[in-house]
T-cell receptor, first 117, second 116 residues
Framework: GAVVSQHPSWVICKSGTSVKIECRSLDFQATTMFWYRQFPKQSLMLMATSNEGSKATYEQGVEKDKFLINHASLTLSTLTVTSAHPEDSSFYIC?????????????FGQGTRLTVV | AQKITQTQPGMFVQEKEAVTLDCTYDTSDQSYGLFWYKQPSSGEMIFLIYQGSYDEQNATEGRYSLNFQKARKSANLVISASQLGDSAMYFCAMREGRNRDDKIIFGKGTRLHILP
């Protein structure tokens, strides 16, 4: 199946700093990628839909100025958590679909565990 | 309102037994897709099975099958002959529509424990 690579797998940062997470589709072009956030023992909550060459679409309640998304190419989307605080500590995971249409499941990256101290 | 409902927070099943994980969904769309993903403790999301709303046959993938009851809006996952490696979190998910940018939303998940 298609491969989505996410980097880094984990990161620890100081409060007030910014952290960038990369999501790459390795063997297909992804015009759309999705960013999710997962708190411990909870479900995946969609944060935003990242569209290549245009602005991301954020879900209600997600601060677009805090979670900056850039989808500059067909194989790379980045999520930057700006001025991170301890409450931003979470598991962030991206996904992308290989083509549109029926039955094409979303492939997920390995996820990034962010800890803000 | 919750679109995907998984009523079983946790389940314990003896190894080699079959297990059914419940999922009900809510949508007014005619075109939609239903997914099941497995998430082990490592955090990765592993795709298991897919069912389209127009598919007349229940989807099957190896030991996984999806019991799709459209009128009841249910999409239960059945794992036959469970193995210790099946212990993980399982998420039911839905995509409304068929476009590339149609988002997938997840239920709260069921944690499955397989007992030796």
């Amino acid at each position: 199946g298609a491969v989505v690579s996410q980097h880094p797998s984990w990161v620890i940062c100081k409060s007030g700093t910014s952290v960038k997470i990369e999501c790459r589709s390795l063997d297909f072009q992804a015009t759309t990628m999705f960013w999710y956030r997962q708190f411990p023992k909870q479900s995946l909550m969609l944060m935003a839909t990242s569209n290549e060459g245009s602005k991301a679409t954020y879900e209600q309640g997600v601060e677009k100025d805090k979670f900056l998304i850039n989808h500059a190419s067909l194989t790379l989307s980045t999520l930057t958590v700006t001025s991170a605080h301890p409450e931003d500590s979470s598991f962030y995971i991206c996904s992308a679909r290989d083509g549109g249409g029926w039955g094409t499941e979303a492939f997920f990256g390995q996820g990034t565990r962010l800890t803000v101290v | 309102a919750q679109k995907i409902t998984q009523t079983q927070p946790g389940m314990f099943v003896q190894e080699k037994e079959a297990v059914t994980l419940d999922c009900t969904y809510d949508t007014s769309d005619q075109s939609y897709g239903l997914f099941w993903y497995k998430q082990p403790s490592s955090g990765e999301m592993i795709f298991l099975i897919y069912q389209g709303s127009y598919d007349e046959q229940n989807a099957t993938e190896g030991r996984y099958s999806l019991n799709f009851q459209k009128a009841r809006k249910s999409a239960n996952l059945v794992i036959s002959a469970s193995q210790l490696g099946d212990s993980a979190m399982y998420f039911c998910a839905m995509r409304e529509g068929r476009n590339r940018d149609d988002k997938i939303i997840f239920g709260k998940g069921t944690r499955l424990h397989i007992l030796p």
